[in-house]
């Protein structure tokens, strides 16, 4: 009998940042390790905690999963592999 234990294992993501994020973060993109059943709000969360620049754009940002707008306090779980684009608000025209 097979069981699911996805509980017990991480997955990847890959995560890039634009503008006013790209700075807090101190770079454009990368991947992170998170345990199986993180969800965006988590990630949003953890992602928070870098420091107070960080989660000031975060709170203020949209986020694109696999290249869908997804909202942010979304409680459904990432999946091995999802892109997240974190999207600060953009100014000029």
Do not use: W
Not at 4 to 16: F, T
Not at 18 to 23: K, L
Request: net charge negative.
């Amino acid at each position: 009998m097979t069981t699911s234990s996805s509980a017990n294992h991480a997955i990847a993501v890959e995560l890039r940042y634009f503008a006013a994020a790209a700075e807090a973060a101190g770079r454009p993109e990368e991947r992170l390790e998170l345990p199986a059943g993180t969800t965006l709000a988590a990630l949003r969360e953890q992602l928070a905690g870098r420091g107070l620049e960080m989660s000031r754009i975060i709170g203020i940002s949209s986020c694109l999963v696999n290249a869908l707008s997804t909202p942010t306090d979304s409680l459904t779980p990432l999946k091995d592999g999802d892109r997240i684009d974190i999207l600060p608000p953009f100014a000029g025209g």
